[in-house]
């Protein structure tokens, strides 16, 4: 129902945008013709072949990038994904150290408490033998 809502709103701007400008104004905005090609494969996915499920995703991956448009001009938007682009590199050290430190709590589970008998709580499936099954 999203894609239909949204969908309808591009193509609302479009014929607005077109009945309002022209077609030559149009198409002189490089922006207008990426909105016109969005809606127009839109069109293509969602109804001459609605069968094609990737077409349809890359679609949408592609709708995302109006947020661009958007970001160009919100310089505190703006500032605040470069903040969060330049920070990623980083991001990933902090993901490292977190897996290091619950594969430690993992192997300390195992050996602490590997050797609990089975009863009401623990059986063949439910135990602390391994953490890798």
Not at 83 to 93: A, Q
Request: include cysteine; proline fraction near 2%; aromatic fraction near 18%.
């Amino acid at each position: 129902i999203s894609d239909s809502v949204f969908f309808a709103f591009f193509i609302l701007e479009m014929v607005v945008k077109l009945l309002g400008m022209g077609y030559k104004a149009y198409l002189k905005d490089w922006w207008n013709i990426y909105d016109g090609s969005i809606v127009i494969g839109t069109v293509f996915t969602m109804y001459i072949v609605p069968s094609l499920q990737v077409a349809a995703q890359v679609g949408r991956i592609f709708r995302v990038g109006r947020i661009a448009r958007v970001i160009r001009n919100a310089k505190g938007i703006r500032t605040l994904l470069n903040t969060v682009r330049l920070s990623l590199p980083y991001m990933f050290n902090i993901i490292l150290l977190l897996f290091l430190l619950y594969f430690c709590y993992a192997v300390i589970g195992v050996s602490l408490f590997g050797e609990i008998k089975y009863g009401r709580a623990l059986n063949e499936f439910h135990n602390f033998n391994s953490f890798t099954e």
